[in-house]
């Protein structure tokens, strides 16, 4: 039977859908959604109406201070090292959820995706009668499926009422570090699911009345390892947000409803014209960049990011198809919504820094991604390490950018190639020497290396991929803190570096031990060691690539007690070359390693990353090598190799004309072994990925995705994905183990 | 009491003089080429308005104090020696790279934003001057690494080769156990004793800093040791130009502390900020003597606006990490705020939202706002302070700089009027609307941040540009009466006369009062007193050693605390300064737990996260006589209404045409005159402004209250 349903019938059918909803997940709806959306009515009639830009950069003026005022207390209060050193955001929201204006020094990205869970309060808990919406009212999230970076963030989110009506949403969030995943530190790279992942909160009321409630406050602290950590800074981000709340409450008072509401509008809709304006300034046409991770964290595989930008007019679209496909079993896919808020932190960071930091910066920009991918990840997948690909869309921008902007009369910064972008810090957990078990990461994943610029070096470790002004901390405060010893506290990494005419900023070498702690490990959540993550631009190199290196089966403090000249240098490159413990283990591996324990006085080293280089080696001022030998940046030999260089090594003195010959020389041996591009394409190029290679994402052709099943290599049409599954890798190393057994015992004749 | 202090600043050496019960003020532009050229001639103006001569003066007076930006500019224009590091093994970047955030210290946020335009600024301690010891110590004091000191010697000796002209030591928690570090400065006088020439000096971290944190106090020692000559040489040819005028007795140097000290007690780092927060103590003290309760000290000048807290009831509030010109420290300094707002900060038009930003950019004195006609274009706030009416073209700072209202007027109409679409009057009230509202903004920030209300605090307005925008910031801020001071001229200088010879000593501890593991309480006092009493004996050796005799000697304890792992360490002043019972360390708790819920919130406290006190600082002082402010309430019995000198047009903030206002000499300032806004009152160093719905009334001691009559 083929009935029409009458509009009665489907009236009623809609309601009983709407009312018979089995789970209220992540909402597409929402979570693909990252424009500002429409004006309001109220929006609309206030707008109408006007308001002087003057009166409207008043209040903005006064917002910001607030703003501000609520980040201070969060980072003064805060008991999580990423509150003390600088990982968290306070944030504004018109009354739809829209995010208008953060806090001048926060983390952009944590804002730029809390307007998620905000929209999913109000879409569904508003009008539900057994939650509903209050004055007094505030709302806790941490799962990023909902909104948000990773699940250690943890926001807390309050409507603002005035006078009985909700005029706008307010926010702090903070990375809380523990969160009772599968490895301590809340960013379980181990994790095969998202239910390793610890707790995930979808938005729900935990203050009523302005007030924790203490059952619920009980139920999270009984849910992660460090319980004390869990209510101080739930307290933290609560009284931040009421002291915002206070603030925002007396600009109403003074301006009135219309004021503020027509303020954070306006906001948004300045910067989006803004944008718009500066997408028109850049010429027509498409650039590309393509990057690469190399590992899942668990084992190496490459996966592909690439990136085509078109402009046309005031639109730019952003072109993310033929990525590599989403993992069923590892941590480092993210979703849409979380890729999203890291490209408006990159776009912020590295092109326009000067814009005000809102969602209306992206809204203008179109992004096109293939559903399933690493970067648009959906369904159960885990994504506790999606800082891998959101690192990734950091510092997209900086290559197809600066071939736009290049030529243009007004750029709004500098030149720049990619900052360093892998997460090169120790994650760790265990009992700290006051007997507390606590689990979190260190400040040293704020000190990344910045690619070079169009007329200077990068500096050293400068900043995050995620923020500026960020804090590396003192080593003195956190071992008070922590039985983490450092042997090696961020020391420039010599001869690591992005080379050009311009170098890229240095990172910094870790070695850290552990002592006084009855149970203690790391674990490190980096891509890298297989192949370069900052890529350099306009011929510059890209950074190197870096390992963990571990020292065990030693305690270092026995050695530095007993033998204290066995060890000369707290240098991993000396460390691991000269070996000077003996009976010690040295080993050298990818920096993708889940949590395991560190015995009193082992070593595990790694290494903050070097930005990407800029322009031609062959131009770099010899003056400029000359001062990097004198701060022993890197040694004579890439002097020599790399930069080409002829000079004195006693005195640093440079022989200009041998210097100059030695140039010509290796560029007349360049264009020898140069060939013409068509012919050095039918050598070069392939069809496929080499066969050896675990590659996942497309090769030529965006609409083909390469991708491992089972071991084997499989192809999928791009816009039909289906998740990878890997095996677990011990299995992996058991099958290898008993392969070689069995060869072994074949060869010796013997039998199972 | 016979006084002399002196406030050489950037552009003007301010002195001001108590003699006796009279008072007297000096103003003469500061001679960068030698200090004392300056001083002596502030000095000759104010000892002209008492009648007596110089040497006469000096050899009567009983001290002579100075607040010097000498270390300020010194460290802007990077004078200073060359500098070796010597620092533990492991942590030979620690300097360069600057915990990271060292390129945007001490820049305007927006500078602070551009990252891919971020540039540290030139070290004061080069890369390859910088080598590492092997030694090290941990947390708690212990030693993992002793210190090899042949290694020690070998470092020494190749910075000595490399030119080094000081040397500074840092080794991890040497706070906690400085063995080390002494050890080395005594390898240090074998290798290079003092009486031989070419001797360097050798700064130890632990002696200048006495916190954790090894970036911040690396920073410290390092700018010590960079002042040390400058300000060595800077002071000294003062103390030299006042013994050949007749005075004989120490000279007094002020701190950025809040106190002061004898040369021979002074770290140059100390000195740095003095000027202003010299100014604060001035305000605590007008405060209490007058009776004001809780104050915020604003001084307006031609760059910046400086912003200072004191509240009643003793609460400090200190910087423990202030940011001396771009690199963070480890002093406790009087917390200072500054924005960039002063009469030289340009206005420009913001295309994205369509309205004014002001500054932080500035013309600064040199060339200076467009009206300067040294060829500055830019509009700037004292422009639009001209166009209003607002300034005397012809006495404008005294006379010494000719203004050009042509020229402000067009830089204003040219640079932002197409894309206002106002003229340059109403563009003239948008940047001073703008100015105005940023630096009540800032006030407000300051306050609320630290749980405060405006409401319950009286404005001081001094500075060169504070009366001329005080009735505009107490607008914009909701508050009804600002108090220009009395001096407000020579303000900071007064307040270096008033500050007491104080020392400060911090100690890094780990002392936990309430444990949340195990739900106990501190027992063991006796560190807990041992510390302050070795805090105490150091601060009492300091102030003996200026000749002070012990039992005048009085102490001030404050308590970093806070609750679990927080980075914040709320300062606690307490009376509790001996621990001897369970209910001390209860009360001491509950001081804390007070302390923090004003600042964040009642309710905001986790004391079952457990409590902690992470330094343990004593203020050592001596109490001297000071200025002595009178109440400043306006005599009502003489109540006057003086005629103005003359009439000018200007135009005001909310009002459509121009106003026809009075301007008035400095005569109008005394006790009892009452002015009624619109007005001005015109002295030699500022211009009081009087808004319209605002009054001015004269004051003892030529103080003057700006008073709301009208919403």
């Given amino acids: 039977m083929n009935q029409e349903t009458l509009p009665d019938e489907q009236a009623l059918l809609d309601r009983f859908l709407a009312d018979n909803r089995l789970f209220l997940g992540p909402d597409p709806e929402i979570m693909r959604d990252h424009r500002v959306g429409p004006r309001s009515d109220l929006e609309q009639t206030i707008l109408e109406k006007g308001l002087s830009p003057h009166e409207v950069h008043h209040v903005r003026g006064l917002l910001n201070a607030a703003l501000s005022e609520a980040f201070t207390m969060c980072n003064q209060m805060g008991a999580a090292p990423g509150a003390k050193w600088g990982d968290l955001v306070s944030g504004i929201y018109t009354a739809r959820g829209d995010l208008a204006m953060i806090a001048p020094h926060g983390i952009i990205a944590f804002a730029a995706c809390c307007f998620y869970p905000i929209k999913f309060i109000i879409k569904n808990w508003i009008s539900d009668p057994t939650v509903g919406v209050r004055d007094g009212d505030g709302f806790i999230h941490n799962d990023a499926r909902y909104g948000g970076i990773h699940n250690t963030d943890q926001s807390m989110m309050m409507p603002l009422f005035y006078h009985g009506e909700l005029v706008c949403w307010l926010s702090t969030t903070i990375h809380e570090g523990e969160n009772g995943a599968c490895e301590p530190g809340g960013m379980p790279a181990a994790a095969e699911s998202k239910y390793d992942e610890g707790i995930k909160m979808s938005p729900f009321r935990i203050v009523e009345n302005f007030q924790l409630r203490r059952d619920l406050v009980t139920f999270l602290q009984n849910s992660v390892r460090d319980p004390k950590l869990q209510l101080e800074d739930m307290k933290v981000k609560l009284h931040a947000v009421l002291r915002l709340r206070e603030r925002v409450i007396s600009i109403l008072d003074r301006f009135g409803r219309d004021v503020l509401v027509g303020t954070l509008r306006t906001h948004l809709e300045d910067v989006e014209a803004e944008v718009r304006r500066r997408i028109r300034e850049l010429p027509d046409g498409t650039t590309r960049v393509i990057q690469f991770m190399d590992s899942s964290l668990r084992e190496n595989v490459m996966q592909k990011i690439s990136l085509a930008i078109t402009v046309v007019g005031d639109r730019m679209i952003m072109d993310f198809r033929g990525s590599a496909p989403q993992f069923t079993n590892r941590a480092v896919n993210t979703n849409i919504a979380s890729f999203k808020a890291a490209l408006c932190t990159g776009l912020l960071q590295n092109i326009w820094p000067d814009l005000p930091h809102t969602m209306a910066v992206l809204s203008p920009i179109e992004i096109v991604t293939d559903r399933n991918s690493v970067i648009d990840a959906e369904g159960e997948m885990p994504q506790a390490m999606s800082l891998m690909p959101l690192f990734k869309a950091c510092v997209v921008w900086t290559i197809p950018m600066n071939k736009l902007n290049f030529s243009l009369p007004q750029r709004y910064s500098a030149t720049i190639a990619s900052q360093y972008d892998q997460a090169a810090t120790f994650i760790y957990g265990g009992l700290t020497q006051h007997g507390d078990v606590t689990g979190n990461f260190c400040g040293d994943i704020n000190g990344n290396g910045q690619g070079a610029r169009s007329n200077a070096d990068g500096e050293h470790s400068v900043s995050p991929v995620f923020g500026f002004m960020c804090d590396t901390g003192e080593h003195e405060i956190n071992e008070e803190d922590t039985p983490i010893i450092r042997l090696g506290a961020q020391r420039l990494a010599r001869d690591r570096i992005g080379w050009g005419k311009y170098r890229g900023g240095l990172g910094y070498e870790q070695i850290a031990t552990v002592r006084g702690s009855a149970m203690w490990g790391f674990m490190t959540g980096c891509e890298g060691s297989k192949f370069p993550s900052a890529q350099g631009l306009f011929a510059g190199y890209s950074c190197p690539s870096y390992q963990l290196c571990k020292i065990k089966g030693v305690n270092i403090f026995d050695v530095l007690r007993d033998t204290p000249q066995a060890i000369q240098e707290f240098d991993i490159v000396r460390l691991m070359n000269e070996r000077p413990v003996s009976g010690a283990r040295y080993s050298s591996v990818d920096m993708g390693m889940t949590f395991e324990i560190c015995n009193e006085g082992e070593l595990y080293m790694i290494c903050q990353g070097s930005g990407g280089g800029y322009g031609d080696v062959l131009e770099r001022d010899p003056a400029l090598v000359m001062k990097d030998l004198a701060e022993d940046l890197m040694s004579h030999e890439i002097a020599r190799n790399i930069y080409k260089v002829v000079y004195d090594e006693e005195t640093l003195i440079v022989d200009e004309e041998a210097t100059r010959k030695c140039r010509e020389d290796y560029r007349r041996e360049r264009t020898r072994r140069g060939r013409p591009f068509n012919e050095f394409c039918q050598d070069w190029v392939r069809t496929e990925p080499p066969a050896g290679l675990p590659y996942i994402g497309s090769w030529s052709d965006p609409a083909i995705i390469y991708a491992m099943s089972g071991g084997q290599r499989v192809t999928m049409k791009a816009d039909q994905l289906h998740g990878v599954f890997m095996p677990n890798p011990k299995d992996v190393r058991i099958a290898e183990l008993e392969l070689q057994l069995a060869q072994l015992q074949r060869s010796t004749g013997g039998g199972e | ?711």
């Fill in chain 2, 1 to 711: 009491m016979k006084r002399v202090s002196v406030d050489i600043g950037g552009t003007f050496t301010d002195c001001f003089v108590a003699w006796n019960e009279q008072y007297a003020e000096g103003k003469a532009l500061t001679t960068h080429q030698n200090l004392a050229l300056g001083f002596n001639e502030a000095l000759a103006d104010a000892c002209g308005q008492l009648q007596l001569e110089i040497p006469l003066l000096l050899s009567q007076a009983d001290s002579v104090r100075y607040a010097t930006t000498l270390g300020t500019n010194a460290l802007i224009e990077r004078k200073g020696p060359r500098i070796g590091a010597l620092v533990t093994a492991g942590f030979k970047s620690t300097i360069p790279i600057s915990r990271a955030r060292g390129y945007g210290e001490g820049l305007p946020e927006i500078e602070q934003m551009d990252i891919p335009n971020a540039r540290r600024p030139d070290p004061l301690v080069p890369i390859p001057m910088i080598r590492e010891v092997r030694e090290r110590v941990d947390y708690l004091g212990n030693v993992l690494l002793k210190l090899d000191e042949e290694d020690f010697r070998i470092r020494l000796r190749e910075l000595v080769d490399r030119g080094a002209e000081a040397l500074v030591v840092v080794f991890t928690n040497s706070v906690v156990n400085p063995l080390h570090e002494l050890r080395a400065r005594e390898i240090f006088l074998q290798e290079c004793p003092g009486h031989l020439l070419g001797a360097v000096p050798m700064l130890l971290s632990h002696q200048v800093a006495g916190r954790k944190g090894e970036y911040a106090r690396s920073t410290s020692v390092i700018i010590d040791a960079f002042l040390h000559q400058t300000m060595y040489y800077g002071l000294g040819t003062l103390e030299l130009n006042l013994r050949s005028q007749g005075y004989t007795k120490p000279m007094l140097v002020s701190h950025n502390s809040g106190g002061m000290a004898q040369l021979n007690s002074t770290d140059a780092l100390q000195t740095l900020h003095s000027g202003p927060v010299s100014g604060i103590a001035a305000s605590e003290q007008l405060a209490r003597q007058s009776e004001l309760g809780n104050v915020v000290a604003t001084d307006m000048g031609g760059t910046s606006f400086d912003i200072g807290l004191v509240v009643e009831g003793g609460v400090k509030f200190y910087d423990f990490n202030p940011v001396i010109d771009r690199w963070l420290v480890c002093v406790p300094m009087v917390h200072l705020v500054t924005l960039g707002a002063g009469g030289g900060s340009i206005a420009r038009f913001e295309r994205m939202f369509g309205t004014l930003e002001i500054g932080p950019q500035s013309a600064g004195s040199d060339p200076g706002p467009a009206c300067y006609d040294r060829g500055g274009l830019e509009p700037t706030v004292t422009d639009a302070d001209l166009v209003l009416g607002y300034l005397d073209p012809e006495n404008y700072a005294n006379g010494r700089i000719p203004l050009n209202p042509r020229r402000s007027k067009r830089a204003i109409a040219e640079r932002l009027g197409p894309h206002l679409n106002m003229d340059a009057i109403e563009i003239a009230k948008l940047i001073r609307r703008t100015v105005d509202s940023n630096m009540a903004n800032g006030i407000s920030t300051e306050l609320r941040t630290r749980g405060y209300d405006p409401k319950n605090f009286t404005i001081l307005a001094y500075g060169g540009n504070g009366p001329l925008h005080a009735c505009g910031i107490a607008n914009a801020l909701g508050v009804q009466a600002v108090l220009a001071p009395p001096f407000s001229s020579t303000f900071s200088a007064c307040g270096a006369g008033n500050v007491n010879q104080m020392h400060i000593h911090e100690l890094s501890t780990w002392t936990t009062l309430f444990h949340a593991g195990t739900r106990s309480f501190l027992s063991d006092y006796q560190g807990f007193n041992a510390a302050v009493e070795e805090l105490e004996r150091r601060g009492r050796d300091d102030l003996m050693r200026q000749g002070v005799a012990a039992k005048e000697v009085r102490y001030r304890l404050e308590l970093d605390m806070r609750y679990g792992n927080q980075r914040v360490e709320t300062a606690v002043v307490t009376d509790i300064s001996r621990l001897g019972s369970q209910a001390d360390v209860l009360r001491l708790i509950q001081q804390f737990h007070r302390r923090y819920g004003q600042r964040f919130g009642e309710g905001s406290q986790s004391p079952e996260a457990g409590i902690r006190i992470n330094t343990i600082r004593v203020c050592s002082f001596v109490e001297q006589p000071t200025v002595q402010f009178t109440r400043l309430v306006p005599s009502k019995c003489k109540e006057v209404k003086p005629k103005p000198r003359l009439y000018r047009e200007c135009h005001f903030v909310g009002e459509d045409g121009p106003e026809w206002t009075g301007v008035f000499d400095h005569e109008a300032l005394e006790d009892g005159v009452v002015i009624a806004g619109p007005a001005m009152v015109t002295t030699r160093a500022t211009t009081y402004l009087v808004e319209p719905g605002w009054s001015l009334r004269g004051a003892p001691q030529g103080a003057a209250w700006f008073t709301r009559e009208r919403m």
